[in-house]
């Protein structure tokens, strides 16, 4: 089962904005509105930033943002601030039953 | 608040099988509108998912991991667990168990996270 495909590394540097793309198949990004995204900070659980592409689950800032255009899903952190340096990872449904993760995106804060 | 807690197998041989429990609190593994899943990261690396278990005890599975893992639930105790055959170095990982909805399909709450490494 082919991860979906995220960026290595994106920087920038405080109070600017970054996006973060997760690109996938017709048979899981694009097939379905079931994209998800986390963050995880180093030796902890990853946390839930957004589900079902768009919506925030209640605690998380409305800086993190997200969006699905055809097979590519995207991340938007806006304002970036220190503590948002940590690895990002997307996920989808997909077809099956089945359920599939990016290989994840370390986000530096320059 | 619903709290997921993996158990600490630690250290297992190669070709020996890996089994993990996961203990549920604060929800029931029985209702119908959540999954179950089991999720791992090798050290430094990505999240992959493994499989997933429903209350009416089917499973869904991750059809890389070529028929080895198999997932299982215990409602009376409110767990479901994980066994790995055949392990290799290669399943070295921190293992996590977490919830996802069945009809939104995001992992909304996650375990601490168990390290299992395969060693001789």
């Known amino acids: 089962q082919s991860a979906l ?42 946390k839930l930033l957004i589900y079902e592409v768009t919506n925030r689950p209640s605690g998380v800032s409305n ?17 970036l601030q220190a503590e948002d340096e940590a690895d990002y990872y997307c996920s989808s449904y997909k077809t099956s039953n089945t359920w599939v993760f990016g290989g994840g995106t370390k986000v530096t804060v320059l | 608040q619903l709290q997921l807690q ?10 020996e099988t890996l089994s993990l429990t996961c203990t549920v609190s604060s929800a029931s593994i029985s209702s119908v509108d959540y999954y179950w899943g089991w999720i791992r990261q ?23 991991l070529k028929s080895r893992g198999t997932i299982s639930g215990d409602t009376s105790k409110n767990q479901f667990s994980l066994k ?10 921190v293992y996590y168990c977490a919830r996802h909805p069945t009809y939104s399909n995001e992992f909304d709450y996650w375990g601490q996270g168990t390290l299992v490494t395969v060693s001789s």
Not at chain 1, 13 to 33: A, E, K, L, M, V
Not at chain 2, 84 to 93: E, G, H, K, Q
Request: with cysteine.
């Open chain 2, 6 to 15: 993996e158990s600490h197998p630690g250290l297992v041989k190669p070709s």
């Open chain 1, 63 to 79: 800086r993190f943002s997200g969006s699905k255009s055809g097979k590519t899903a995207s991340l938007t952190i806006s304002g």
């Open chain 2, 84 to 93: 790995l055959t055949s392990v290799t170095p290669a399943d070295t990982a």
């Open chain 1, 5 to 46: 495909t995220q960026p290595a590394s994106v920087s920038g540097s405080p109070g600017q904005s970054i996006t973060i793309s997760c690109t996938g198949t017709s048979s899981d990004i694009s097939g379905y509105n079931y994209v998800s995204w986390y963050q995880q900070h180093p030796g902890k659980a990853p």
């Open chain 2, 42 to 64: 090798p050290p430094g690396k990505g999240l992959e998912w493994i499989g997933s278990f429903y209350y009416s005890g089917k499973t869904y599975n991750n059809p890389s």
